[in-house]
């Protein structure tokens, strides 16, 4: 049951909603022909037929929604209008069709909504026509008429005089709210799917239904049958009791006139006691004829019962074959979406496959993340490393500067008493030349080696002076290779590779070795110097290989 209002409240607000919009979509005035209005009748027939509880007549159980329907006009003043003009219809002969026409008068007069509020909310009038669990005793009943509302913008206009509405058969056309399924994309095609879903299982339950009320129909059928073969006996019966009655009828008749004839002829007494006889006959035969009728008044009955049965079957099968087409629609369906569930399925494992293979690249990813942090650490400890040889070449340099400091002060004094000497050595070298100009006149053997000796003299303290002067200036220029040209000045100059002993050497900053040009071609940065210094040959390829392995 609660499965059943589910299902009547879902159908029932689909079919409002697809009523609005198409009625505003059009504009216009609604009529009786226009398919969403039959289909919204139809539905709100199921509704007020849900739980209905059955009443035993002559002619079987009847179920029929007027009954609730006619409580309104107690309820409701205004609908005494409606209940009226529905009894004066013509050509209303069924309850049925009595409770449909209400329906339409009622969108009619845009009060449907206030009337099935006015419904609901005695529930103990309805106790009387619906089971506990019926969809008027529910919640679900209360939202209907809630959605019910919305249906007083619509303008509706009937023509209920020539319309048959006790024979229309109340068939529920889901092909109008059923939608495809291939085309439904993300969360708005999963609750596509779901409907469609809600849809089949509450058509299924509903072929249910009528399978069940078939059979109930076939079995009733069957006992009418049985009844009806008891009845045509018991008229044959009657018809020869009937018969055997006009025979003595006729007999007595035959004897009353004999009887006459013969009283005519005796006494007055043996008259009197063959009028008593033949008015009890009279009776008799009046009893036997009445008999008679009533036979055959409960004969038609049944004929016309059985006719009324064999309709209703005849309305059952046309409904069975729909619900089966409809039936068919929906397993086509069905079918369409275990394809597209299918389809999901293929999407969803290369997803997972996607998944697991961006997982593995992740984990790949993480564990060269770990090496590059341990590498990164291994980085960090070199900078400190280097961080600290640079801190100790720096006090190392400041250590050598004051060391230094004061021979280099010594030595530019040293510079600066050499250039005055340089400066009366160039005067006294001008005087020489002033004074051998003058001594001209006097012979050439005696001044020949007096100029020799004091040219020479003055060459050779140019030559001290000059190489003073550049090793002054090659140690004030290059003060941070003194150690590397005291190691040249210490060490054999010869190079370690190639044993060259040509003048020009070079010390390697890594191992502070001596080498010739040719072995000391390549430069690179050390850690103690950020600038590339040059190193040899054996060292180069050493320390290439250490970067190369070492992380970038």
């Keep these: 049951m609660a499965n059943e209002r589910m299902n009547l409240m879902n159908m029932a607000k689909l079919s409002i909603k697809g009523l609005i919009e198409s009625a505003l979509n059009l504009g216009r005035t609604l009529d009786s022909d226009y398919a ?47 209940t009226a003009s529905v009894k004066d219809l013509p050509g209303l002969k069924t309850p049925v069709g009595r409770g449909r026409a209400w329906l339409r008068l009622a969108l009619m007069q845009k009060k449907l909504s206030e009337y099935m509020k006015a419904l609901i909310n005695k529930k103990e009038l309805l106790s009387e026509f619906y089971e506990p669990n019926a969809l008027m005793m529910e919640e679900e009943g209360a939202i209907i008429a809630g959605l019910l509302v919305g249906l007083n913008v ?46 089949k299982n509450y058509v299924e339950e509903l072929n249910r239904h009528l399978n069940a009320t078939v059979n109930n129909l076939q079995a009733k059928v069957d006992a009418l049958e049985k009844s009806n073969t008891k009845l045509t006996e018991e008229l044959a019966v009657a018809n020869n009791r009937i018969i055997t009655l006009q025979e003595e009828m006729e007999r007595v008749k035959e004897e009353s006139s004999y009887i006459l004839e013969s009283n005519r002829k005796g006494p007055k007494q043996d008259r009197t006691a063959e009028g008593q006889a033949l008015s009890e006959a009279r009776k008799h035969l009046k009893e036997e004829t009445q008999l008679r009728l009533d036979v055959e008044k409960e004969l038609e009955i049944q004929i016309s019962m059985r006719q009324e049965m064999e309709l209703a079957m005849k309305m059952l099968e046309k409904d069975v ?9 929906l397993r086509q369906q069905l079918d369409d979406l275990r394809a597209l569930k299918h389809e999901l399925a293929f999407k969803l494992q290369s997803s997972d496959l996607g998944v697991k293979q961006k997982s593995e690249l992740n984990s790949r990813l993480e564990e060269k993340t770990n090496q590059m942090a341990a590498t990164i650490k291994q980085l960090e400890q070199r900078l400190r490393q280097a961080e600290r040889g640079r801190q100790s070449a720096e006090l190392d340099n400041r250590l050598f500067k004051q060391d230094f400091g004061d021979k280099i002060n010594s030595l530019q004094l040293e510079v600066e008493e050499l250039t005055r000497q340089r400066n009366q050595l160039e005067l006294e070298l001008k005087q020489e030349k002033e004074r051998r100009l003058h001594n001209r006149s006097t012979p050439e053997k005696s001044q020949k080696p007096e100029p020799k000796d004091g040219k020479y003299k003055i060459q050779e303290e140019n030559d001290k002076i000059k190489k003073s002067l550049e090793e002054n200036h090659r140690l004030l220029s290059h003060p941070t290779d003194e150690q590397d040209q005291l190691l040249l000045s210490e060490k054999p ?31 690179l940065p050390l850690p103690s110097s950020i600038k ?21």
């Design 36 to 82: 969403p209005l039959q289909q919204f009748f139809v539905v709100m027939e199921h509704c007020l037929k849900h739980g209905l509880k059955a009443k035993k007549t002559f002619l079987g159980q009847n179920k029929s929604f007027w009954g609730p329907l006619e409580l309104v006009e107690k309820l409701v003043p205004e609908a005494a209008e409606i």
């Design 154 to 199: 619509i303008d509706a206009n009937f023509c209920m005089k020539g319309e048959d509405l006790d024979s229309q058969v109340g068939v529920i056309d889901f092909s109008m709210y059923l939608k495809d399924g291939n085309s439904s994309k993300g969360s708005e095609g999963d609750g596509q799917i779901t409907a469609i879903l809600d849809q």
């Design 321 to 329: 074959c729909e619900k089966q087409d409809a039936l068919v629609s």
């Design 493 to 523: 100059q010869i190079c370690q590779l190639c044993q060259d002993d040509s003048l020009s050497k070079n010390v390697c900053k890594n191992c502070r070795g001596t080498f010739c040009n040719a072995c000391s071609t390549n430069e």
């Design 532 to 552: 590339p210094e040059r190193v040899c040959n054996p060292c180069h390829k050493q320390l290439m290989k250490q970067y190369s392995t070492s992380p970038s």
